[in-house]
């Protein structure tokens, strides 16, 4: 019996429907049934073909929740929990990094590794059912799996999916302290995750820019304070609005989650001299802005920092962080639309032309 699989063949091609062979479970390889994965920014990247050396065809889904079907000589999660069939559990989509390289052992920055691999995005769908839009995943010896905690639905997790993680490491890279005033720019699921996780941190204020309008009432019901609109705030209206509220210094904190390079020099004037700027919303080439090294950058003594993907420690603190505070963390309102697999490609267009805000796909639908 196959695995039936979405198959993105080549971009901007339609999505295809594979039947793909079951693995053999290798000793300390897991097999999944899939109980959801999502589609994430970067599957429309990689659908309009905007990342470097992906070797289509693929299975796209990077972050997903499964139930194990077998585990052979994998008794414990990455945690040390105990593992057993049936368990839902999700895992670190980065595997296969080398632990040899200089990123790995001196920089300390294993998700620059160029031996790293990603599910759902450098696998071939030759190589296995290695992503999570397809029926099950094989979970290669040593990929890191983490069995949800107790008190979340695979709906908490996966309603945040890829974002929830990125989100959160994107506050954790900013330092912010308890009291700042917070500007996100984006309302997406990264965006929205880097609010509530900005307010769980202790912000005095979170204030989050984006469009439209569903997106906005989800920032606030995560967390946000102040909610600025694009389509009804103009540029001046937004500034004018967090000088407002921090008495015309300027946020403390900006995380830029939108993805449009036009939000970073507007960022960069909203941010207060001595500020912390976090672009985490480019992970492809949309192009580039003009910026003044002198008001933006020297005079303004702002810290500008890159955040690239996650890391472990990044999956496993925002998971304990939701399990404790899932009530104000409701994720799961995030989901905008469940897709089987032969509906990929309407949610890959949903999710592009922000009809939803996460789109899950279901192989079960
Ligand atoms: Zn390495
Ligand atoms: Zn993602």
Not at 256 to 264: D, H, K, M, T
Request: with cysteine; aromatic share 4%.
């Amino acid at each position: 019996m196959g695995i039936r699989a979405a198959v993105m063949v080549e971009p901007r091609a339609s999505i295809a429907l594979w039947e793909i062979d079951d693995p053999v479970v290798e000793e300390g390889g897991i097999l999944l049934e899939t109980v959801a994965s999502e589609v994430c920014g970067t599957d429309v990247h990689l659908h309009h073909g905007r990342l470097d050396g992906v070797p289509y065809p693929i299975i796209p889904g990077h972050v997903s929740v499964g139930r194990i079907l077998e585990a052979r000589g994998v008794d414990r999660d990455a945690l040390g929990e105990a593992l057993h069939p049936g368990d839902v559990v999700t895992f670190y989509d980065v595997h296969e990094v080398c632990n040899a390289c200089y990123h790995c052992t001196v920089a300390n920055q294993p998700n620059r590794c160029p031996k790293r691999r990603v599910y759902g995005i450098t696998y071939s769908a030759q190589d296995g059912p290695l992503g999570g839009w397809a029926e099950r995943i094989y979970l290669r010896p040593g990929v890191r799996v983490l069995k949800l905690p107790e008190r979340l639905t695979a709906d908490d997790v996966i309603g945040g999916g890829c974002g929830l993680f990125t989100g959160f490491a994107a506050v954790e890279r900013s330092d912010l302290c308890m009291g700042d005033t917070v500007v996100v720019q984006g309302a997406g699921p990264v965006g929205l995750a880097a609010a509530a996780f900005a307010q769980l941190r202790g912000a005095g204020a979170v204030v989050v820019i984006g469009a439209p309008a569903t997106r906005l009432s989800l920032a606030r019901e995560l967390g946000a304070d102040l909610v600025l609109s694009l389509e009804e705030h103009p540029l001046d209206a937004r500034a004018d609005a967090v000088r407002g509220v921090t008495q015309g210094r300027g946020a403390d904190v900006i995380i830029e989650a939108s993805g449009n390079p036009a939000a970073i020099s507007e960022g960069l004037n909203l941010l207060r001299d001595g500020g912390t700027y976090v672009v985490g919303g480019h992970y492809t080439d949309t192009g580039t802005v003009q910026i003044n090294p002198h008001t933006h950058i020297n005079r303004r003594h702002a810290d500008i920092l890159g955040q690239w993907g996650t890391d472990f420690r990044h999956i496993v603190r925002a998971l304990h962080m939701l399990a404790r505070h899932r009530e104000k963390l409701p994720f799961h309102k995030v989901i905008g639309a469940r897709y089987g697999l032969d509906e990929a490609d309407r949610a890959l267009d949903d999710v592009a032309n922000l009809r939803v805000t996460k789109a899950i796909i279901d192989p079960k639908l």
